[in-house]
C-alpha cells in the first residue's frame, strides 16, 4: 500500500518546466555559495588583519592561537561548504522502485509531490536547495547549504570554531583599546590614533556581534543533539501547539 503526500504525479507542469526550473534554482544556489564564502573569508580575514596589525605588534605570541583559530573555521567552513547534507535521490519514487522495496501489507510510504522523492523518516523538503534532506535541521543562509544527518558536526564546529575565534578577538580587542588609551595612543600601533581606534571598534563591535549569534547556535545546537531533534521539528511542534 503506498500513501503520497499530495498528488501521485509530480505536478501539472510539464517535465521540461520542472528541469528548467532545478537548473535555475541550481545556478542561483552556485552564485550565492559563491558570495557566502567570499563574505565568510572577507570578515575572517579583515579580523586576522586587524589583530596582527594593531594588537600583534605589542603581543606577538598571540598570533598563534590565532592563526590556529583561524585555520580550523577555514577547514570547517570549507567542509560545510562542500558536505552533503544528506540529500534523498530526486526522482526515486517510481513505481519499480517501490515495487522493489518489498512492502508489507499495509505499509505506508510517503512521496514528496515537489521532488518526486520517497520521504526517509524525519526527511523534509527544503525549498532553497529543492530536494529532501535526512533529519534536516535548518538551511542556513551563511554557508548556503542544509544542515542534515550527513554536516550537522561540521555545522557544530563551524559555530564553535567562530565563537572562539571571536571572543578571543572580543577579549584581545577590549585589552588593547585599554592599553592604547592609558597610553595615550603613544606607541600602540603602527597606525595614527584615528585609524587605530576605528579599527579597535570594528574589530570589538564584530567580534561581540559573531560572538554572541554563534554561542547562541552552538548551543542550540548541542540542546538539539542531545534532545534526538532538529530544529525544524521543534518549530513545526511549537506551531501546532499554538
Not at 47 to 68: D, G, L, R, S, V
Not at 138 to 153: A, L, S, T
Not at 223 to 230: K, L, P, Q, S, V
Request: aromatic content about 12%; glycine content about 4%.
Amino acid at each position: 500500500m503506498e500513501h503520497h503526500q499530495g498528488t501521485p504525479e509530480r505536478s501539472s507542469r510539464s517535465q521540461e518546466d520542472y528541469s528548467t526550473e532545478v537548473e535555475s534554482g541550481r545556478a542561483q544556489n552556485l552564485s550565492e555559495l559563491t558570495i557566502c564564502a567570499l563574505l565568510m573569508i572577507y570578515l575572517a580575514f579583515s579580523t586576522k588583519a586587524i589583530q596582527n596589525n594593531i594588537i600583534c605588534k605589542m603581543h606577538c605570541y598571540q598570533i598563534y592561537p590565532i592563526f590556529i583559530s583561524f585555520s580550523t573555521l577555514f577547514i570547517s567552513n570549507i567542509r560545510i561548504l562542500l558536505a552533503v547534507a544528506g540529500a534523498v535521490p530526486k526522482g526515486n519514487a517510481t513505481r519499480e522502485n517501490i515495487q522493489r522495496m518489498g512492502l508489507r501489507e499495509g505499509q505506508v510510504i510517503f512521496k514528496c509531490p515537489k521532488c518526486c522523492s520517497i520521504k526517509p523518516e524525519r526527511a523534509h523538503h527544503c525549498s532553497v536547495c529543492q530536494r529532501c534532506i535526512r533529519k534536516m535541521d535548518h538551511h542556513c543562509p551563511w554557508v548556503n547549504n542544509c544542515v542534515g544527518e550527513n554536516n550537522q558536526k561540521f555545522f557544530v564546529l563551524f559555530t564553535f570554531y567562530i565563537a572562539l575565534l571571536s571572543l578571543h578577538g572580543l577579549f584581545l580587542g577590549t585589552y588593547q583599546f585599554v592599553i592604547c588609551i592609558r597610553n595615550e595612543w603613544r606607541e600602540c600601533s603602527g597606525f595614527s590614533p584615528p585609524a587605530t581606534v576605528v579599527l579597535l571598534l570594528f574589530l570589538i563591535f564584530e567580534s561581540l556581534l559573531f560572538a554572541i549569534f554563534t554561542a547562541v547556535m552552538f548551543f542550540t545546537q548541542v540542546n538539539a543533539i542531545w534532545n534526538d531533534e532538529t530544529i525544524y521539528n521543534r518549530s513545526q511542534t511549537s506551531w501546532v501547539k499554538r
